[in-house]
């Protein structure tokens, strides 16, 4: 999926986004059992980041292919600045 990291580096680059980290999973997002995305959790809830932080993804499905477990780790994200 270079390509899509590509992509979304560009989108940032021209709208003057930072990046802070680029998680790469390479499992299906059909719930958030993954191990970056668990690292990325861990981090949020070691870091209790004041400023508010973004999680770009290209499309939708490369969050979550479940809409229920999706609501619910929006739920959780939000809690954390995200």
Excluded: T
């Amino acid at each position: 999926m270079p390509e899509q990291e590509d992509r979304l580096i560009r989108y940032c680059e021209s709208n003057n986004i930072h990046i802070k980290v680029i998680y790469r999973e390479e499992f299906f997002a059909k719930d958030f059992n993954r191990p970056e995305w668990k690292k990325l959790v861990f981090e949020l809830r070691k870091s209790r980041a004041k400023e508010e932080n973004n999680i770009l993804f290209i499309k939708w499905d490369r969050f979550s292919h479940n809409i229920q477990y999706a609501y619910e780790m929006l739920g959780i994200l939000r809690k954390h600045n995200v």
